[in-house]
């Protein structure tokens, strides 16, 4: 038996937009092992899921990115889409705290367009990645080594693809947070 993830405590950082399914899958398997997961946001309310370009379900907000502090939680989970990725990538607090929790030294989790966050908040410099295609020269001209690999571990960073990585993601993540 897997060990559990009792006590564990994941935020999710997303604006509107995020590819939902990104979301959705890791949120499950962490809760099915015992971690609280909760949705960061700009703001209060509720976000907007996507299905690759089409508005989806829409998400209670647990809290917001400028009330959170990362030594309250154990990893942060940074999913995709194209509109979530480009509007949270300008967004200071957000940078802020994917900075925070890399001098913390906790797991950072980025699926798919995800990096663009870590980009902007210059965090990729020497790391081993993955991410959608698209993203390629970004990361290396951020002076990341990109590779097509379902998921890539380089110390504390997670990174993959595309959903159907989903499964390997969530038990890369899983893993990180029972070392």
Known sequence: MAASLNGKRVAILVTDGFEQVELTGP?????NKGATVHII???NGEVTGWNHTTPATKFHVDDTFDSIRMEDYDALLLPGGVVNSDTIRTDEMAQELVRDAARENKT???ICHGA???ISADLVKGKRMTSWPSLTDDLMNA???WVDEQVVVDGHLISSR???DIPAFSEALI????A
């Open 27 to 31: 949120k499950e398997a962490l809760e």
């Open 41 to 43: 946001s700009a703001k």
């Open 162 to 164: 595309k959903p159907d």
């Open 116 to 118: 663009w966050l870590l």
């Open 175 to 178: 893993e990180a947070l029972t």
């Open 143 to 145: 002076g990341a080594e």
């Open 108 to 110: 950072v989790a980025v």
